[in-house]
């Protein structure tokens, strides 16, 4: 009975956590450059086996969340006609400079400031591919490897990296080990849309929302045989 409790608990748990994902997807559904998310779930026992061998038997004691993983598919591009609008098309990251490290990012919504420098929505300097900021004059031209027309820079483009990313906020992600140059062209005037598809998200926090209920109602379930375990045993 108490494994069955647990069962039911951590299916509630799972299910919370991966709706929490799938909110966040949605919520950034109109934010430039965004990936979503995504996540599944796997037995908890078996996760454990897994880790350090096979002492816990075979029937499986719950659900966890697992492989959380970002989706870096192809977010529609829209036209802005904003001459320092940006988009990726294939594989790539824009690198800025963050501080004093270095963050990468698909949001291509920047701007020039009062120094004349190429700069994201938060103020980090874009960098080019020798790692200084881009001064690209008024007005300006990319050709679609990133070159600025007239100016001798051409803007850095790093590839995905293998291993992954890690985000920072502000639509900025930071990368480990050696990257490569992305291999994507870059289009101005305009923009990558987040990838989310807000449909296939809604039915996913529906599914959701009925796998909380149904794991709320066992949990119920085993409460109440608890209960009446309880007090048979009072009985006697």
């Known amino acids: 009975m108490i494994r069955g409790f647990y069962t039911a608990l951590s299916g509630m748990v ?3 956590t991966r ?5 966040d997807n949605i919520a950034n559904v109109n934010t430039v450059g965004f990936k979503q998310s995504r996540t599944t779930q796997d037995d908890f026992e078996l996760q454990v086996m897994n880790s350090i061998g096979p002492e816990l038997g075979q029937l499986g004691t719950g659900a966890i969340p697992t492989n959380l993983r970002l989706d870096i598919s192809q977010g529609p591009l829209q036209v802005t006609d904003n001459q320092s609008d940006l988009a ?4 790539g990251l824009f690198v800025v400079r963050q501080g004093g490290g270095i963050a990468y990012t698909r949001a291509g919504d920047f701007v ?6 190429l700069v994201t929505q938060q103020g980090y300097p874009v960098l080019d591919t020798a790692g200084h900021n881009i001064q690209p004059g008024q007005p300006f031209t990319v050709a679609a490897d990133g070159t600025i027309v007239g100016t001798g820079q051409r803007i850095a483009l790093v590839g995905w990296p293998p291993g992954g990313v890690t985000r920072l906020g502000e639509n900025l992600y930071s990368a480990g080990g050696q990257l490569t140059p992305g291999t994507g062209q870059i289009h101005q005037r305009m923009l ?10 809604m039915t996913e926090l529906i599914s959701l929302q009925r796998s909380f209920q149904m794991s709320s109602r066992a ?4 409460d109440g045989t608890i209960g009446d375990a309880t007090q048979l045993g009072r009985l006697r």
Not at 219 to 222: E, G, K
């Open 14 to 16: 799972s299910a919370m």
């Open 19 to 23: 709706q929490a994902v799938v909110a």
């Open 88 to 91: 990726i098309e294939g594989d």
């Open 112 to 117: 020039v400031d009062v120094t004349g420098t």
């Open 192 to 201: 990558e849309a987040s990838n989310t598809d807000v449909a296939v998200g």
């Open 219 to 222: 949990l119920s379930l085993q």
